[in-house]
């Protein structure tokens, strides 16, 4: 059966894709620099400090407005996101709106029904995840210094680069700066693919989000993709005290010191309502098993045809086999009375009369 194409962009685009590849081969440079405790203490810093300006900043706050900032507050906090190295607020809000509107279907920009890969990496690859769609983030696009931010998202990066170096020397670039960056996609990515996969349902909703403490840990407070898919406007993710939210404990220091203002948190009914376990019916699961069931139903339906197919051949083959036979039978008996008919007249031309009773007629 031919290959359907592949939707408009959707091909991987391997030569603007080269950098953010080849830079998975920095952290290999440990092999030379070596591992010394200080290098690895600002991979960790870098890790969990970025970590903090992609899930309060690029996500809670440029994103989702769950909070407010003043504007030089606001200017820090993109400065900060884009030192992840996970390009500009802009195209980061514009790309997370787009996945909450589309969530779980084919238009979703990551969507985890087309499977792990894609949803954590492949959309990142291909060439129609390169453009800001403005036309999503107008209320940040009227700040020329975060246009700015979005369209220069390498000065963040190469200034923490320097920095790293000016530090650690080479091992704090590489494991500093390198090793730490490629762990911070990847984690950030988790939310992405798995986030929508492992976990535990909590909240009936449209998509199939999940709570996970793996992934909460490794991102900040993340990991409660099901509590954000239910309540999208909340600074806070973590709806319970149990449930580890550090980027919410951080914004919640600077709400203190007047730095956030108006921190959006899912109210005693909010957390209440819509509850997998109160009996509610799951759509976001059954829409997924349904678009699941439905695609391997379509498979086994091609297949099945096919075997069909194979059969009739057969069949076909068969009979043409046996019609063959036939005509040879028939010819043979009808050359057989022939050559009968052929000796009989011959006798009766002779006159002969037939020796030990055996008659012709
Ligand atoms: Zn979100
Ligand atoms: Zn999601």
Same mark, same amino acid.
């Given at each position: 059966m031919p290959k359907p194409p592949e939707p408009t962009?959707? +091909?991987?685009n391997w030569i603007s894709s080269a950098p953010f590849l080849a &830079? !998975? =081969?920095?952290? =290999? *440079?440990m092999l030379w620099t070596g591992v010394p405790a200080r290098a690895l203490a600002m991979c960790a810093a870098l890790y969990f400090g970025r970590m903090f300006f992609i899930t *309060?900043? %690029? !996500?809670? %706050? &440029? $994103? !989702?407005?769950s909070y407010r900032l003043g504007r030089s507050a606001q200017f820090v906090m993109a400065l900060g996101g884009t030192t992840a190295l996970q390009q500009g607020p802009l195209w980061w809000a514009a790309h997370h709106r787009h996945h909450h509107r589309w969530s779980d279907t084919e238009r979703d920009v990551h969507s985890p029904i087309r499977g792990f890969w894609w949803s954590h990496l492949g959309w990142i690859l291909c060439e129609r995840s390169g453009a800001t769609d403005e036309s999503r983030v107008k209320d940040l696009a009227k700040y020329p210094e975060l246009r700015w931010l979005n369209r220069h998202d390498w000065v963040g990066p190469l200034a923490l680069a320097v920095g790293t170096f000016a530090l650690g020397g080479w091992a704090g670039l590489v494991i500093g700066f390198g090793l730490s960056t490629v762990l911070l996609w990847h984690g950030t990515f988790l939310v992405n693919s798995l986030a929508h996969v492992v976990g535990r349902r909590r909240y009936v909703t449209s998509d199939t989000s999940r709570n996970s403490l793996v992934i909460a840990l490794l991102t900040n407070g993340e990991g409660w993709h099901n509590n954000h898919h239910h %309540? #999208? *406007? $909340? *600074?806070? #993710? $973590?709806?319970?005290? %149990? #449930?580890?939210?550090p980027s919410y404990y951080v914004l919640w220091l600077l709400s203190k010191i007047g730095i956030? +203002?108006? =921190?959006k948190t899912p109210t005693a009914t909010i957390r209440a309502t819509g509850l997998v376990r109160a009996g509610h019916f799951d759509v976001g699961m059954f829409r997924t098993r349904w678009h699941v069931a439905t695609v391997r139903l379509a498979i086994v339906g091609v297949e099945v045809a096919d075997a069909l197919a194979a059969r009739r051949q057969l069949l076909e083959d068969g009979i043409e086999a046996a019609r063959h036979d036939l005509d040879a039978y028939v010819r043979a008996q009808r050359l057989a009375f022939e050559e009968l008919a052929a000796i009989r007249r011959a006798v009766r031309s002779l006159r002969l009369v037939p020796v030990g009773g055996l008659s012709l007629r």
């Open positions: 962009g959707e +091909r991987i &830079f !998975h =081969l920095i952290p =290999l *440079a *309060a900043g %690029y !996500h809670r %706050y &440029f $994103s !989702h407005r %309540y #999208q *406007a $909340s *600074a806070r #993710q $973590s709806f319970h005290w %149990y #449930q580890w939210d956030v +203002r108006d =921190l």
